[in-house]
């Protein structure tokens, strides 16, 4: 089966055009993060007081954080709360890409710590480079991952497929392995 060129120039363009605001943003946020720069984040720590021993109680919890946010005139983060394991103990989360409340309990089982954290907008980005901002990040994480593999090889197709190109891009190609190489050994 002949691989029609037209058809892969098409995917080639569709993906790269797609993809490119993304990877904009992948790749000047990693510039940036490989620089140092990667946001503010606003931490507060709080020690409440439960009514009843600490227990992985999902409305409980979420009771008690809305008050303590409430009453410290804190905005409330979007997202659904969830309880997660961690290291054996049991953690609330609730939050978005600007906002976390994170609830753990302490030594005192009527005493929990609640951590408010509030990110620039910066930080924000960051997460969204880290694929942390929620499901539809992640997947549109793996699918520029995917579709950049995708155009990255069109192109070194289209390259090998012309007789003016071909030697160039074959040394490119050997090059770019030879850089790569010393990575791993």
Known sequence: ?????????????ILACFFLPMAALYFVSGGLYASGIKGEV???????DLERPFAPDLAQLSEVARAALQQRGLVPPGGDPA???????????????????EMKPTANPLQVELTYRER????QIMR?????????????????????????????????????????ALLALGAGLLVLLPIYL
């Open 1 to 13: 089966m002949k691989i029609q060129r037209m058809l892969v120039i098409k995917i080639h363009a």
């Open 128 to 168: 969204v480079h880290k694929a942390e901002a929620g499901l539809p990040v992640k997947i549109l994480s793996i699918s520029m991952a995917v579709a950049l593999l995708i155009i990255l090889a069109s192109g070194v197709f289209l390259a090998v497929g012309l007789p003016k190109l071909r030697r160039t």
């Open 42 to 48: 606003d931490k507060q720590v709080y020690q409440l």
């Open 83 to 101: 309880i997660t394991v961690k290291k054996g103990s049991y953690e609330y989360k609730w939050g978005d890409l600007r906002r976390l409340v």
């Open 120 to 123: 620039s907008p910066m930080a």
